[in-house]
Every structure is written in C-alpha cells, then in structure tokens.
C-alpha cells in the first residue's frame, strides 16, 4: 500500500533559525496535504497542494510540490516559539478519498 | 473549527471488554475518519465512512468495527480490548478530496 515517509523525526531549532521537513510518497499523489498539531492538541490544516511544482506561502511557512507529485517539503524560515508542534503531511492518492500520514516532524523551539 | 467532538474524552477499560467511542459531526460532511496516533506512527486510518451505512478498512482495521446509522454520527467499536489498542483515537471529518477536520480525541487505555 501507499506509505509515506517524513523526515527528520525531531527537529530542534534555535528561535530565529530557519528549517525544512521533508515528505516522500511510495506512489504518485493526487494532493498532499500538511497539517499542524500543537502538543495536546488535535491535527489542525494548514495546506493543500495538487499541482506538479506546485509553491505556496503562508507568513513564514513554504510549502512545495514535486515535479514528480511524490515528495514535498515544508520550510519556515525565522522560527518562533509559536511554531512549536509536530508538522504532519498526508498524501491522497489517485484512486481514492483517503488520507497516508507521515510519521510527523516535532518541532522543538530553543528561545 | 469544524463542530465535531468525541466522546468519551479519556477512558480506562481492562482487557477484553468491550468499548465503543462515538464521533459527532454538525457539519454535515459526507466523509468520516477514525484514526489512531501512537509515538512514531503519526496518525494511522482504522476505518472511514463514505455516507451512511457505507464504510470502509483503512490500513490497522483488524479489532475494530465500525458504524454509522446517521450523518452526524460515526461510532468505533473495540469487540474485546487488548492492550496494543492503547492509544489516542482521533475522528475526523471532510468532503472527500480536500482538508480533514478533526476533533478534540479520545485517550484509550486497556489494562
């Protein structure tokens, strides 16, 4: 079946610092999607992508597509302590309505 | 966020009993979840509903059932609780091909 792969597992970062996680399907992608969930907390949206290379920005956070519709990645630049949380991605597939999550990277802010 | 809660919130059961968990939407979504999250998994489909009385395996469905008799609600039964069902169960809802709502979860512990 379709299995997607996220890394790092962890990421510390210094506050003010920039990073990147990174998302790699099994299988090519109708979407992927990101999601945020704070600790404690439930997953919550943050983005939809459905086209090859596809780029979007929200403040801080950039997301991308691949070319290939098999990988992306999710980089926010200038880290906050708000930013704290784990930032799961979920790819569609073509054939059907249901989600494959990443394992999730967990965000650690150093202020 | 969209209405959708669950219940109960946290529960404490002994192994082999059973144990149902209930997910309530108001938005009037087609489409229902339920997942689990355990440490390193991220959040894994156990089944989902695509209308009422339809449903569906996701990929850890084996000692899980599920049902949906109306729109609103989408019930996930445990036949006989063991102790690799502890876990944190997330419902969720959404229109098929775009984002997911979740709702608040249920901390499930089998002793």
């Known amino acids: 079946g379709q299995q997607v792969m996220q890394i790092p597992q962890y990421q510390h970062v210094q506050e003010g610092e920039d990073f990147t996680t990174y998302c790699n399907s099994s299988?090519?992608?109708?979407?992927i999607q990101w999601y945020k969930q704070r600790p404690g907390g439930h997953p919550v949206f943050l983005i939809q992508?459905?086209?090859?290379?596809e780029v979007k920005k929200q403040k801080r956070l950039t997301f991308q597509f691949g070319e290939a519709k098999k990988n992306s990645s999710l980089h926010i630049t200038a880290t906050q302590t708000t930013d704290v949380g784990t930032y799961f991605c979920?790819?569609?597939?073509?054939?059907?309505?249901?989600?494959?999550f990443g394992g999730g990277t967990r965000v650690l802010v150093k202020p | 966020d969209a209405g959708i809660t669950q219940s109960p919130r946290h529960k404490v059961t002994e192994t082999g009993t059973p144990v149902t968990l209930r997910c309530h939407q108001t938005?009037?979504?087609?489409?229902m979840y339920w997942y689990r999250q355990d440490p390193g998994h991220g959040l894994r489909l156990i089944h989902y509903?695509?209308?009422?009385?339809?449903?569906d395996k996701g990929e850890v469905s084996d000692g899980y059932s599920v049902s949906r008799s109306k729109t609103e609600d989408f019930l996930l039964t445990l036949e006989s609780a063991t102790s690799s069902q502890t876990s944190v169960y997330f419902c969720?809802?959404?229109?098929?091909?775009?984002?997911?709502?979740f709702g608040p979860g249920t901390r499930l512990t089998v002793t």
């Open positions: 979920a790819g569609q597939g073509t054939a059907g309505n249901k989600l494959t």
């Open positions: 299988t090519t992608l109708s979407n």
């Open positions: 992508l459905v086209k090859s290379g």
């Open positions: 938005e009037n979504h087609r489409y």
């Open positions: 509903s695509y209308g009422v009385k339809d449903t």
């Open positions: 969720a809802t959404g229109q098929g091909m775009g984002e997911q709502y």
